[in-house]
């Protein structure tokens, strides 16, 4: 499959193969996979041949019963994949590589990202070891169909969402592209904050999903698997994007270890605000 490179993106990590079936350009409306079709053939599994003797009654209810069983074995479903974890797992590094499969298979593909992740630019997105891919970054996923174009909406197979837990409306975009509109949805996201709670809707489409990947990082502190992430600053904010200099990865025991630090050090700085404002 010819390859279109753009110097942007032809910058990937060792680690990943290169992105020979990829055209990609450096808008993301021009962002399009080459794609074959590999249309199935269906058989109808309903096989009446009525006899002459059959009143029109019938023959028409078994020609209807006929025409309904074949719309359904044509129709097709898409599915669900949920990749969680906390930071620096790979979340995104794992849905690259399952991007890069499905175009290699033939697939016609599409990421998408909030645009409120920022850290690495705004129109790719981008791995802790910079390996990065062009995407679409939006606001809300409703309007992914809209700006991507219907036409080229209707010729997708495979669609790839980074950074999920900032989409407020994941639920009903992923059960959409997935049960009516027959797209292979992958998806990848934080499944718990700072605080060890829900992060956006990601754990809302669990019930939906056709696989959970659940992915650890190395705790910083003693190498084991690490599963939460540790909030390092004193921000009380949920949403507050950052890297290294905000987060860590931790174990169990790092994390609530952490946590009693992190507290600890809080009531300290709020109680000499408080001393220095007496003073005042």
């Not at 490179?5 to 680690?15: G, H, T």
């Not at 020609?63 to 994949?81: M, P, V, Y």
């Not at 930071?87 to 794992?94: E, Q």
């Not at 084991?224 to 009380?236: G, H, P, S």
Request: charge should be positive; aromatic fraction near 10%; hydrophobic fraction near 35%.
């Amino acid at each position: 499959m010819k390859s279109i490179l753009n110097p942007k993106f032809s910058s990937l990590s060792s680690n990943f193969p290169k992105l020979s079936s990829f055209s990609l350009f450096s808008h993301p409306r021009q962002f399009t996979i080459l794609f074959r079709n590999n249309p199935s053939s269906f058989s109808n599994p309903l096989r009446l041949n009525p006899t002459s003797t059959t009143t029109p009654f019938i023959t028409n209810f078994i020609s209807k019963s006929q025409n309904r069983t074949f719309q359904a074995s044509t129709s097709t479903s898409g599915d669900i994949h949920v990749i969680v974890g906390p930071m620096f797992a790979g979340k995104t590094s794992s849905l690259i590589r399952r991007i890069q499969s499905e175009s290699d298979s033939g697939r016609n593909v599409a990421i998408i990202k909030s645009s409120k992740d920022t850290r690495y630019g705004l129109d790719s997105i981008v791995t802790h070891d910079g390996a990065k891919l062009p995407c679409w970054p939006l606001t809300n996923l409703s309007s992914f169909k809209q700006k991507f174009g219907i036409d080229a909406y209707e010729k997708l197979d495979v669609i790839g969402i980074d950074e999920a837990q900032f989409f407020d409306d994941l639920y009903d975009f992923c059960r959409e592209a997935a049960d009516h509109d027959g797209k292979t949805v992958i998806v990848a996201g934080l499944d718990g904050n700072y605080l060890r709670k829900s992060f956006g809707s990601v754990l809302d489409i669990i019930p939906l999903a056709d696989s959970i990947t659940k992915l650890t990082a190395q705790c910083e502190i003693c190498g084991k698997n690490a599963l939460f992430t540790l909030r390092k600053t004193q921000d009380k904010q949920v949403e507050l994007i950052g890297g290294v200099d905000v987060y860590m990865p931790v174990c169990r025991q790092h994390y609530v270890n952490g946590q009693v630090a992190v507290e600890t050090a809080r009531h300290v700085v709020e109680s000499k605000k408080v001393e220095c404002d007496s003073y005042i």
